[in-house]
Nanobody, 119 residues
Framework: QVQLVESGGGLVQPGGSLRLSCAASGSILSVNAMGWYRQAPGKQRDMVAHITSGGSANYADSVKGRFTISRDNAKNTVYLQMNTLKPEDTAVYYC?????????????WGQGTQVTVSS
């Protein structure tokens, strides 16, 4: 079975920085697209950042210029560097990965990590 394990969430002050990590493990043939979504209470889950296997990235307008997504293909790990954090960034952050196994391919989701931006 494939698992995505997230780490790096926590409480930070407005203007602070945080780095999230998410590592995929299991019976993996290849990892294609990876990304980060977030969901605040009472809100829908929205895409934050996305990165292809070739390293092409795109971002939600609300985080563009502040967040940077990157990946380490050798470690099957995706990162999200978050700078100049705002209270509006408070949410549970979920990583996802499009994983190919010898059986099929599908999207997998991390367990979620809480990011709270507050003074």
């Amino acid at each position: 079975q494939v698992q995505l394990v997230e780490s790096g969430g926590g409480l930070v002050q407005p203007g602070g920085s945080l780095r999230l990590s998410c590592a995929a493990s299991g019976s993996i043939l290849s990892v294609n697209a990876m990304g980060w979504y977030r969901q605040a209470p009472g809100k829908q889950r929205d895409m934050v950042a996305h990165i292809t296997s070739g390293g092409s990235a795109n971002y939600a307008d609300s985080v563009k210029g502040r967040f940077t997504i990157s990946r380490d293909n050798a470690k099957n790990t995706v990162y999200l560097q978050m700078n100049t954090l705002k209270p509006e960034d408070t949410a549970v952050y979920y990583c996802y990965a499009q994983v190919r196994t010898y059986v099929n391919w599908r999207d997998y989701w991390g367990q979620g990590t809480q990011v709270t931006v507050s003074s």
